[in-house]
């Protein structure tokens, strides 16, 4: 039988335990009170090779092109299964056409070779965040780390930071996302005017409906990584040249 003493002493010892394990388990995430930070699970920022080399002050957001020309940009956000990429390139090119893919850092990290498939085709390459977060909800040096490095990325890939920045998980740039682009040296930010909206899978058909608003000068938004965009394009070039319009690249566009 166990004196009075030792059963105190162990009823001690066992409330410490609970108190330690109470204090050390995960509770609740406490929603911030400012912007949103990056998720811990994002890759830390790494440190710039050189300074931006022309330092600026914001970028100029465009959405399309007032020029007049019967010229289109097909804009694609780049991430996923490189052998769909490839297939969007062969199409493209059946078709005579030039695109521009704003790449997500990550997607270019693992697929390197992605980035010398785009320029070889004759094909044009930009930023388009590190991570692909929802980027309006960060504070200034994170959301500028996550364009430096897709930044450098693209430097080291193809000698060139590429001609625009694109914000992501936004149609339109906040003018934070504008100021933090002009400091990473983007004179431009390149946002659209219409949204295919085939990350979310609709069907070819769909696809081919929202792109068929597409006017003289329109930019617009479409996805690698997504077979249902394949399927849709050779429609949408066919048509697009049936109106007159030729796709052409975002620099090309806005020149």
């Given at each position: ?7 105190r002493r162990l009823f ?5 335990a609970?108190a330690?394990?109470a ?6 995430t406490?929603?911030?009170?400012g912007?949103?930070?990056p998720?811990?699970?994002?890759p ?11 330092p600026?002050?914001p970028?100029t957001?465009?959405?399309?092109s ?6 289109v940009?097909?804009?694609?956000h780049?991430?996923?299964d490189?052998?769909?990429t490839?297939q969007v ?5 059946q ?12 997607w270019?990290?693992?697929?390197p070779d992605a980035?010398?498939?785009?320029r070889?085709?004759?094909?044009e ?5 590190w991570?692909?977060?929802?980027l ?10 996550e364009?430096?490095?897709c930044r450098d990325k693209?430097a080291?890939?193809t000698?060139?930071p590429?001609?625009?920045?694109r914000?992501?998980q ?6 934070e996302?504008l100021?933090e ?6 004179a431009?930010v ?9 990350w979310k899978?609709p069907?070819?058909?769909?696809i ?11 930019v617009?938004?479409?996805h690698?990584?997504h077979p249902?965009?394949?399927a849709?394009l ?8 049936g109106?007159g319009l030729?796709?052409?690249?975002a620099?090309?566009?806005l020149?």
């Amino acid at each position: 039988m166990v004196d009075p003493l030792t059963r105190r002493r162990l009823f001690g010892v066992a409330l410490g335990a609970a108190a330690l394990t109470a204090c050390s388990a995960p509770g609740p995430t406490p929603v911030p009170a400012g912007p949103v930070p990056p998720p811990s699970s994002a890759p830390p920022p790494s440190p710039s090779p050189s300074p931006s080399p022309h330092p600026q002050g914001p970028a100029t957001e465009v959405a399309r092109s007032s020029s007049g020309r019967p010229q289109v940009a097909l804009t694609f956000h780049g991430a996923g299964d490189p052998q769909v990429t490839r297939q969007v390139l062969d199409v493209v090119h059946q078709h005579g056409a030039r695109i521009t893919v704003l790449a997500v850092g990550t997607w270019l990290a693992e697929h390197p070779d992605a980035a010398r498939m785009i320029r070889d085709g004759g094909h044009e390459l930009g930023n388009h965040t590190w991570s692909h977060p929802a980027l309006a909800g960060y504070a200034a040096e994170p959301m500028y780390a996550e364009i430096q490095r897709c930044r450098d990325k693209l430097a080291e890939l193809t000698g060139s930071p590429g001609a625009f920045f694109r914000q992501s998980q936004g149609q339109h740039a906040t003018p934070e996302e504008l100021a933090e682009a002009g400091k990473a040296g983007y004179a431009r930010v390149l946002s659209y005017d219409i949204d295919s909206l085939d990350w979310k899978d609709p069907g070819p058909s769909a696809i081919r409906a929202a792109v068929a608003k597409a006017r003289a000068g329109s930019v617009v938004s479409m996805h690698l990584g997504h077979p249902g965009t394949v399927a849709a394009l050779p429609g949408i070039l066919t048509a697009l040249a049936g109106r007159g319009l030729t796709p052409v690249t975002a620099s090309d566009l806005l020149a």
